[in-house]
């Protein structure tokens, strides 16, 4: 209904288990494949269906396979298996920022994605953008062949600032998206905002995409001065042990306290 209501009538819905039984197929025992693939997948995906990725039908785990309670990397390797061969397939996968810098296995697979020079790109949104969860999230970008200036090369881009707040959720307004759309094209370092990192310095990171380990976010701008914070700190601890003694006096007029 979406897609219609927007005048696109160029699809295919399909309700399916996307991981234990794809629904896109060539017809040849393979994968359908696509020159853009996006998805948005449930974060950290629970019992995934491990049990049929120890023998992938499809070959999906080309890159390592995923832990039990954690089907992210799971969705990142079908969607690399559904992209075209071609030089100009791409993708764009939404992520928990935990997916960026967890270790064991992920970590495995996050390392071998960026030996085979994929990913192109690394965007940390602000949390509370998504239903059901309050976390942050991130789009990582991923090409098959990536320009000249970009191979060995990954952009990190800290966007957690870039946010509407609203009363129960924050929302991500368009031009909000059409700034982090100029800084992936520009490839360029800007300050507080955004790091061109090489291979060699995430090697030397251990292989993490944490986005603060490159972007730190300006600093200063929200810092009361010391005497405010520590009139603030006082004012703080004082309600604290009020409300203490409240609960205490609660409890020992209900009886819980003798």
């Known amino acids: 209904m979406n897609l219609v209501l927007h005048g696109i009538e160029d699809f295919q819905i399909a309700r399916e288990d996307t991981l234990r039984s794809p629904a896109f197929t060539n017809g040849a025992g393979g994968l359908a494949t696509f020159d853009c693939v996006i998805a948005n997948p449930p974060f950290s995906l629970k019992e995934w269906g491990r049990e049929v990725w120890e023998n992938d039908p499809w070959g999906r785990a080309q890159y390592g396979l995923p832990p039990d309670s954690y089907g992210d990397y799971a969705f990142v390797q ?56 309050g976390l942050a999230g991130c789009v990582v970008i991923l090409r098959r062949k990536k320009p000249a200036e970009r191979k060995n090369k990954v952009l990190i ?40 990192v090489t291979l060699d310095e995430i090697k030397d990171e ?20 010391l005497p405010e914070a520590v009139a603030a700190f006082k004012d703080v601890l004082a309600e604290a042990r009020a409300a203490e003694d409240h609960l205490r006096t609660v409890l020992i007029e209900g009886g819980w306290l003798a």
């Not at 935990?98 to 990913?119: P, Q, T």
């Not at 700034?179 to 490839?187: D, G, L, N, P």
């Not at 251990?206 to 001065?225: A, H, K, Q």
């Open 157 to 196: 881009i800290d966007a957690s600032s870039l946010f509407r707040k609203g009363r129960a959720q924050n929302f991500l307004d368009p031009e909000h998206g059409e700034q982090i759309v100029k800084w992936f094209h520009a490839f360029e370092d800007v300050e507080d905002r955004a790091k061109v």
């Open 78 to 133: 079908h969607m690399i298996a559904s992209m075209a061969q071609g030089g100009s397939s791409r993708m764009a996968v939404v992520l928990p920022q935990g997916a960026l810098f967890r270790k064991s296995a992920e970590g495995k697979i996050r390392e071998a994605l960026l030996n085979e020079d994929l990913i192109e790109a690394v965007i940390g949104l602000a949390p509370n953008l998504f239903y059901g969860t």
């Open 206 to 225: 251990g292989w993490t995409l944490n986005i603060s380990r490159y972007v730190l976010p300006p600093i200063g701008e929200d810092i009361p001065p």
